[in-house]
């Protein structure tokens, strides 16, 4: 039960009428309170999972389950973890100095049994807050039984105990997380003896410690992640370890380009305090689109995931690109533009993986994807035909080099007066700008190419865009 007053003493917590709930039951309290006051959303920072993810968590707090988080790279499942503890008690009753955070009314290790035994309502009560009441760990071959359970420790022992004793034991991860919850990243890279020994902690509460058994019926909500092809392998992962999760939930990646553009707002680097940035719509929906595209293009490999993570990554390289040239070309306002796109390499290499192995296929993957990407916002704001003044332009001559370099008053030079620029400037939302219709001009003219209206040369870095 949530606690109003800190009592010092396991006696004034008996008077306070403190009554003692396990973690999960603690959980479902905070969870149905919140959702009978309608506070939203239901876990911090999660975003895109409302409808689909989290009902299904939700589920499994109410049901206290054990559960695992199935999903590729990137679909924040590690943050889904984390945000749990949100749902625990702001405060926690434990006995003072204990390693692994017994109640006072039911200690389970032998010093906290000791020490109620001797000193009664006179045991000292410390208070745990709900950030200490999470531990973590990544699943990595070498993890042994003393990592996550325990081990004898040699001090002890030099100091005169017997190795059969409780209190030489050391403790490790998982019983340091009792009374809370522990989370445990890409479970099937756990090696298999090491699977067991978690098997026993979760559900015969005992394990054995060089040789020596102890009951240590810990209370804990086990949140794992998993990959789901390592997960449904055959041998990455002993079936009693798996059956015990009592609820499996599966993630996605964001289902909608608005909620991938939330994500990089939330999670992307702040600019430069000393310039101001701004990144217009359709950049962030052309780069929140080309995660997209890569997510259903055949030649990129969907097992291992395309990560919001590289959303993340293009938008922070998109806006810097913008602020270097901002700074060579003493402009005030730092606006991306089409040809920073070509800089998103650096931030994308690595976060996907082509399933082609010719040369500069690579190269061509991205560059279509990218081209998708621009075409398709372009599709979604303008039609073609909303332009014939500005294409009749080019038929009567016009040309216009573009580079990632270039200051606005080239732009604005070689384009001149455009009541079609004025209209896709209000269109769009955007502010009349140099530096922002530099902008906008760059996109018209890019989405006109992709509809066949202007032709398009690149060379060195730099394209002209023609009739």
């Known amino acids: 039960m949530p606690v109003t007053a800190q009592a010092g003493t396991l006696g004034e917590l008996r008077a306070s009428g403190h009554e003692r709930e396990t973690v999960k039951q603690e959980l479902r309290r905070n969870l149905l309170a919140r959702m009978r006051t309608g506070v939203t959303p239901l876990l911090e920072g999660i975003v895109g999972y409302d409808d689909t993810v989290l009902p299904q968590v939700a589920n499994a707090l109410i049901s206290g389950h054990d559960m695992i988080l199935l999903g590729e790279r990137g679909q924040a499942k590690s943050r889904l973890m984390r945000s749990l503890v949100g749902l625990l008690d702001a405060i926690l009753p434990v006995v003072e100095g204990c390693e692994i955070n017994d109640h006072p009314y039911s200690p389970i290790c032998r010093r906290c049994r000791d020490l109620v035994a001797e000193r009664g309502d006179e045991t000292p009560i410390a208070w745990l807050p709900r950030d200490r009441r999470y531990g973590e760990k990544l699943a990595t071959p070498d993890i042994s039984i003393a990592d996550l359970i325990g081990e004898v420790d040699p001090i002890r022992v030099a100091e005169g105990r017997y190795l059969a004793d409780e209190l030489t034991i050391h403790y490790g991860l998982v019983p340091r997380c009792n009374r809370g919850i522990f989370g445990i990243n890409e479970l099937p890279d756990l090696a298999e003896r090491i699977q067991v020994g978690l098997l026993n902690i979760m559900e015969e509460k005992d394990v054995q410690i060089r040789g020596y058994r102890i009951r240590l019926p810990l209370d804990l909500l ?13 041998g990455r ?11 499996q939930v599966r993630t996605h990646y964001p289902l909608t380009v608005a909620e991938e553009i939330e994500i990089m707002e939330g999670e992307r680097l702040p600019p430069p305090a000393d310039l101001e940035v701004l990144v217009p719509g359709f ?36 806006a810097s690109n913008s602020v270097r040239r901002a700074v060579r070309t003493g402009e005030s306002l730092a606006v991306p533009r089409i040809s920073d796109l070509e800089f998103l390499a650096a931030s994308t290499a690595g976060r996907v993986e082509i399933e082609a192995l010719d040369e500069g296929k690579e190269e061509q993957v991205m560059a279509r994807i990218q081209r998708g990407a621009v075409s398709a ?25 573009v580079g990632e370099s270039m200051p606005a008053s080239t732009y604005l030079r070689a384009i001149g007066e455009s009541g079609e620029v004025d209209n896709a400037l209000r269109r769009l939302g955007l502010p009349d700008k140099p530096e922002v219709r530099a902008s906008v001009i760059e996109f018209v003219l890019e989405g006109l190419h992709l509809n066949k209206r202007l032709n398009k040369d690149e060379m060195g870095g730099r394209a002209l865009y023609r009739r």
């Open 283 to 318: 950049m962030k929906e052309i780069v929140a689109e080309m995660s997209h595209g890569a997510r259903r293009s055949p030649h990129i490999s969907q097992s291992s995931g395309v990560s919001v993570r590289m959303s993340i990554g293009n938008y922070e390289n998109l």
């Open 377 to 401: 916002v372009f599709g979604r704001h303008f039609a073609a035909s909303q332009f014939e003044t500005l294409v009749g332009r080019f038929e009567e001559g016009t040309m216009l080099e």
């Open 222 to 234: 086990v949140v794992a992640s998993a990959n789901p092809e390592d997960y449904t392998s055959r």
């Open 237 to 247: 992962i002993i079936t009693p370890l798996k059956d015990r999760f009592g609820s």
